[in-house]
């Protein structure tokens, strides 16, 4: 709610693991380059519909993304898709097609409500603004453009869906019986 977005009633008392697995998280997460058709999969595969998946990716209407994650849209040529003054913003911001990893190089999906998820970043990928691959593919696939151009034109729907989604997410393959604690603090584990 602080973003300007949807208040999400979440279920409380989700377990969590008792190992971690960040060296495979990353198997499971949709890629920016990846396919949106890989993407709709991955997010299927927990549950998340086509309809969930275009609201979900709503998220990128908040942050940025550093340089290292967009220089294949511009360099060696610019992706036709990209809309030509948005292409030339990104090359202001990324002017190398090396930039450098641990330099604070990046550009916003959203120049005009950078902090707010809001539904600008639907209305930015039908005039080809779209910062990452798989955002501008939400924009040309048959099976996510109607959803696209909905969220473009109604705020509460986007919010209404995104929230929808989130909630599928977050009760996606809980643990059950002796697996895993409920934390009280969600950073360490309990004997910690």
Excluded: W
């Amino acid at each position: 709610m602080q973003l300007g977005g949807p208040y999400i009633e979440m279920k409380t008392g989700r377990k969590d693991s008792l190992e971690s697995y960040a060296a495979i998280v990353e198997d499971f997460i949709p890629n920016h380059n990846d396919s949106i058709s890989l993407v709709i999969a991955r997010f299927g595969s927990i549950g998340v519909d086509i309809e969930g998946t275009v609201a979900l990716l709503g998220a990128h209407s908040v942050g940025r993304v550093h340089c290292v994650n967009i220089v294949n849209r511009i360099y060696p040529t610019v992706d036709p898709t990209l809309n030509p003054d948005y292409a030339n913003y990104l090359k202001r911001r990324c002017p190398t097609p090396n930039p450098d990893p641990e330099a604070v190089e990046y550009a916003r999906n959203d120049l005009e409500t950078p902090m707010v998820l809001d539904n600008m970043y639907y209305k930015h990928l039908l005039n080809h603004n779209g910062l990452l691959l798989v955002d501008q593919q939400l924009a040309s696939d048959p099976s996510t453009l109607p959803y696209v151009e909905i969220m473009a034109h109604d705020d509460t729907y986007f919010h209404d869906k995104f929230a929808r989604a989130m909630i599928v997410m977050s009760e996606n393959n809980p643990l059950t019986g002796d697996q895993g604690e409920i934390r009280k603090d969600c950073r360490r584990l309990n004997n910690s």
